[in-house]
């Protein structure tokens, strides 16, 4: 499985961006994706994880209530919708293949490229 992140940018606190993991291969849909960030001097940290199919979710507690991840499999996508975005949000993320669920970057064998997300005061 190949990934490619897009979607970062800047954007001012309280705002809105969405993150897409596009996956080539025709396995995509066997395997949980994950997003994960990290931010300058910091150590990479999970963000969000979905299921094969989409119907089973886990986020971290810093962005519980405020981002979304969901996933069209006939498009091979995954989707990291991220609102009221804060400074502390700012970092690179990054999209990631495992065959089983897992919120640690440790276990996932592919990943993508990353996006910087910006978020100013």
């Known amino acids: 499985v190949q990934l490619q992140a897009s979607g970062g940018g800047l954007v001012q606190a309280g705002g809105s961006l969405r993150l897409s993991c596009a996956a080539s291969?025709?396995?995509?849909?066997?395997?949980?994706i994950g997003w994960f960030r990290q931010a300058p001097g910091k150590e990479r940290e999970f963000v969000a994880v979905?299921?094969?199919?989409?119907?089973?979710?886990s986020y971290a507690d810093s962005v519980k209530g405020r981002f979304a991840i969901s996933r069209d499999n006939a498009k091979n996508t995954v989707y990291l919708q991220m609102n009221s975005l804060k400074p502390e949000d700012t970092a690179v993320y990054y999209c990631?293949?495992?065959?089983?669920?897992?919120?640690?970057?440790?276990?996932?064998?592919?990943w993508g490229q990353g996006t910087l997300v910006t978020v100013s005061s």
């Open positions: 990631a293949a495992d065959p089983v669920y897992s919120d640690n970057s440790a276990t996932y064998d592919y």
């Open positions: 979905i299921s094969w199919g989409g119907g089973s979710t």
């Open positions: 291969g025709r396995t995509f849909s066997r395997y949980y």
